[in-house]
């Protein structure tokens, strides 16, 4: 009976021992197990061109369109009639290149007869002031004589005053000939408004006119663009002020030429911050040739180098 008694003690005591092993290599508290840890994350692109990617590995990419300094609508410097067009899109034009002409045959007529009052008013100032150096000899002759006695006062007065009558003849003239000129010059002005030239070399993106038009002033003519150098601008955060600095070189690329790296070079920084956006200014140029790249073109600039 005592010996029943000692087995089943053991049997409660080799329990107890086993529960407490279990115990000490179970779960971890709460019941949960412990994951593999995953693998990590790939880089995704976002629709902004910026790469979403770990901080480690992460770039900075901006983007924007190719420009060029020169591009401006070329508008009409007075009303009339589109005579001729000596220029269409795609031309290469050189500055100062006539590319249109309106109606001028009233305008040249009124120039024509402004030259020639202007040279009838020039002849008509050479003879008065021929006849005003004579009466001014008279004059310096009657002082001679006056200032000797031999002559009276009044013919000493009446060759004094007939010399400076003279003088402001020759006066009114001249600002007769001052109006003529002047409206010479207006009327020249004006139908050299009628010569539609190229502000600038480049080539003709668009025409809006056609021949026999009427237009206004103001109205545009041609669409007028220069052929480089290429240039893009972009904002950068505030972060990046002393990293990026004038005659920095950075790649450039975009899709419509994918296979191409080009190089761009940093010519203006701007030296103020947006305070509304914590952004500043940045104007980059191409280097070297140009290849397939044209104004209008998206592009993409990399800052990875400016981390």
């Given at each position: 009976?005592?010996?029943?008694?000692?087995?089943?003690?053991?049997?409660?005591?080799?329990?107890?021992?086993?529960?407490?092993?279990m115990?000490?290599?179970?779960?971890?508290?709460?019941?949960?197990?412990?994951a593999?840890?995953?693998p990590?994350?790939?880089?995704?692109?976002?629709?902004?061109?910026?790469?979403?990617?770990?901080?480690?590995?992460?770039?900075f990419?901006?983007?924007?369109?190719?420009?060029?300094?020169?591009?401006?609508?070329?508008?009409?410097?007075?009303?009339?009639?589109?005579?001729?067009?000596?220029?269409?899109?795609?031309?290469?034009?050189?500055?100062?290149?006539?590319?249109?002409?309106?109606?001028?045959?009233?305008l040249?007529?009124?120039?024509?007869?402004?030259?020639?009052?202007?040279?009838?008013?020039?002849?008509?100032?050479?003879?008065?002031?021929?006849?005003?150096?004579?009466?001014?000899?008279?004059?310096?002759?009657?002082?001679?004589?006056?200032?000797a006695?031999?002559?009276?006062?009044?013919?000493?007065?009446?060759?004094?005053?007939?010399?400076?009558?003279?003088?402001?003849?020759?006066?009114?003239?001249?600002?007769?000939?001052?109006?003529?000129?002047?409206n010479?010059?207006?009327?020249?002005?004006?139908?050299?408004?009628?010569?539609?030239?190229?502000p600038?070399?480049?080539?003709?993106?668009?025409?809006?006119?056609?021949?026999?038009q009427?237009?206004?002033?103001g109205?545009?003519?041609?669409?007028?663009?220069?052929?480089?150098?290429?240039?893009?601008?972009f904002?950068?955060?505030?972060?990046?002020?002393?990293?990026?600095e004038?005659?920095?070189?950075?790649?450039?690329?975009?899709?419509?030429?994918?296979?191409?790296?080009?190089k761009?070079?940093?010519?203006e920084?701007?030296?103020?911050?947006?305070?509304?956006?914590?952004?500043?200014?940045?104007?980059?140029?191409?280097k070297?040739?140009?290849?397939?790249?044209?104004?209008?073109?998206?592009?993409?600039?990399?800052?990875?180098?400016?981390?």
């Amino acid at each position: 009976m005592q010996s029943a008694q000692l087995r089943h003690l053991a049997l409660i005591l080799l329990g107890l021992a086993s529960g407490v092993l279990m115990a000490c290599s179970g779960p971890a508290p709460g019941g949960s197990v412990a994951a593999a840890p995953a693998p990590p994350l790939a880089a995704r692109p976002t629709s902004s061109g910026m790469t979403n990617a770990p901080a480690s590995q992460k770039g900075f990419t901006v983007s924007g369109p190719l420009i060029v300094e020169h591009q401006l609508d070329l508008l009409a410097q007075r009303e009339g009639v589109v005579a001729k067009l000596l220029s269409d899109v795609g031309a290469s034009v050189g500055a100062g290149n006539l590319l249109a002409e309106l109606d001028d045959r009233q305008l040249a007529t009124d120039l024509e007869a402004a030259r020639a009052k202007t040279q009838a008013t020039e002849a008509e100032l050479k003879s008065w002031q021929s006849e005003a150096k004579v009466l001014q000899s008279d004059y310096d002759r009657a002082q001679k004589l006056w200032d000797a006695q031999l002559i009276p006062l009044e013919q000493y007065e009446h060759a004094k005053y007939k010399a400076e009558e003279e003088q402001w003849d020759v006066q009114r003239i001249e600002q007769l000939l001052i109006n003529a000129q002047a409206n010479q010059r207006s009327l020249e002005l004006e139908l050299e408004k009628t010569r539609i030239r190229a502000p600038f070399s480049g080539v003709v993106a668009r025409r809006y006119v056609r021949e026999g038009q009427q237009v206004a002033r103001g109205d545009r003519v041609f669409w007028i663009t220069g052929e480089g150098p290429l240039r893009m601008r972009f904002t950068l955060p505030e972060r990046f002020i002393g990293r990026i600095e004038r005659g920095q070189e950075l790649p450039l690329t975009t899709p419509d030429v994918p296979d191409q790296t080009y190089k761009a070079k940093v010519v203006e920084v701007s030296p103020v911050v947006d305070p509304s956006s914590s952004t500043f200014e940045v104007l980059v140029e191409l280097k070297g040739s140009r290849g397939a790249l044209r104004p209008g073109m998206d592009a993409s600039v990399n800052l990875d180098n400016l981390r």
